[in-house]
């Protein structure tokens, strides 16, 4: 099939709003976790729970399980129900004839619910919750701070740029 | 008192920061020669990664990066009070961040996120290979255990596939975009429904065109693709180019 469904033309207009400011916190991890200016010998940072965040989210591992569960959510696709696939091409229509009754688990949903699960309670509103959950991990922060700092040498080399001290 | 730095401007430029800063602390300026720090008091360390101070951290950038260039640094720099922010980052990399305000005087950070549903994803990738249609009817109705092999061969395909339409996404992007942009920074996606994700250092005189080079790229994806576009904001993706090397090429 020489069409490629995701990116054929759709005629739908356009509408794209640009966002003056990171919206949300996912943006804003993005931006400031660990991208910008650094003076390492003072970053002193708690990295409780956002550390994990960005290694589960960060690597799609190629490993059996994830093919698995890949496997899983094809196989549950509904693919007859295509609501917001216009567009697709009209072979795939008759492939699926009943079954497939499930909605779609994404297949690596667990990350997405990592994200949520880090993040529902730790809003404003529950600051003194958070804080409490985070207190006791405060002693392991500046491990984490180093072992978070091996694993990234672009940091390294940009300190070294900044020609900050040693 | 600890001093937590959020990003280097230009002296004498009569920016008012924002009253609110990492841990409700008050901002203010630490001026040494050209160069000014954005610092608050930090009165509790170390400071916390969570959604309030890191919110607060972006918050502050943002309120600078309107009308003047702001080198961001990183989230949670402590230094040990505000003579050292004058001294060690200030006055030390004077000449460095000085040339690094001038390379990106002009220039805001654009960034551009495709994304798509899982499912959508999938079914699209289902419908361009017939193989992968034709191994996902032959496993259906079929038990588990016996089929075990082939279910780890099509999921592997499909990853690859999905991989496929990550890097095709990009480039297509890149080559929308990259006309209107002086930089490109590709970075992988964050999370399983990003297909692309990335950054266009583009001078603020250019903004409406980029903004309409983004709009004419939406209008031609697949209405499954949403397209996340942010900005402007400080060169978070950038300031680490080395000066003189390649950020001269576009300055």
């Avoid at chain 2, 630490?30 to 954005?38: D, F, N, R, S």
Wanted: contains cysteine; charged residues 35%.
């Amino acid at each position: 099939m020489a069409t490629t469904a995701l990116t054929s033309r759709n005629g739908t207009g356009g509408g794209v709003v640009r966002t003056p400011n990171p919206s949300g916190l996912a943006d804003v991890i993005d931006l400031i976790l660990d991208k910008g200016l650094v003076i390492d010998i003072y970053v002193r940072v708690s990295l409780v729970g956002i550390e994990l965040l960005t290694i589960d989210a960060r690597i799609v591992v190629a490993s059996v399980d994830t093919y698995l569960r890949f496997a899983e959510a094809v196989n549950r696709l509904d693919l007859e129900s295509n609501r917001d696939q216009k567009n697709l091409p009209e072979m795939i229509d008759g492939l699926e004839e009943g079954g497939a009754e499930k909605k779609t688990k994404g297949a690596l949903e667990g990350a997405k619910d990592t994200f949520s699960d880090l993040f529902s309670s730790d809003d404003d509103d529950d600051e003194d919750e958070d804080d409490d959950r985070q207190e006791g991990e405060d002693d392991d922060g500046d491990d984490r701070k180093r072992r978070r700092r091996r694993r990234q040498p672009a940091n390294r080399r940009r300190r070294e740029r900044a020609g900050s001290r040693e | 008192m600890d001093a937590y730095v959020y990003g280097v401007i230009a002296a004498g430029a009569g920016v008012r920061p924002p009253d609110e800063g990492v841990d409700d602390q008050r901002v203010e300026l630490v001026e040494h020669g050209e160069l000014a720090a954005l610092v608050s008091d930090a009165p509790r360390l170390p400071v916390k990664a969570n959604r309030r101070n890191l919110m607060a951290h972006s918050r502050v950038l943002q309120s600078v990066i309107g009308g003047r260039c702001v080198l961001p640094m990183r989230f949670g720099v402590v230094m040990p009070d505000r003579a050292a922010v004058a001294e060690e980052l200030l006055e030390q990399n004077a000449d460095w961040l000085a040339s690094q305000l001038r390379v990106f005087e002009t220039y805001v950070e654009l960034d551009v996120r495709a994304l798509c549903r899982e499912d959508d994803l999938l079914r699209a990738v289902v419908a361009e290979r017939p193989q992968l249609a034709e191994l996902r009817e032959s496993l259906r109705g079929r038990p588990g255990p016996a089929t075990h092999y082939e279910r780890i061969r099509l999921g592997e395909l499909v990853a690859s596939a999905v991989a496929e339409k990550r890097e095709e996404l990009t480039e297509r992007t890149v080559e929308a975009l990259g006309p209107f942009a002086a930089a490109t920074k590709r970075s992988d996606p964050t999370h399983e429904e990003m297909l692309a994700n990335l950054a266009f250092l583009v001078d603020r005189g250019r903004l409406p065109e980029f903004d309409a080079a983004v709009d004419a790229l939406d209008s031609e994806l697949d209405e499954a693709i949403r397209l996340h576009y942010i900005g402007p904001l400080p060169p978070h993706n950038f300031v680490d180019v080395e000066a003189g090397t390649e950020a001269q090429a576009w300055a």
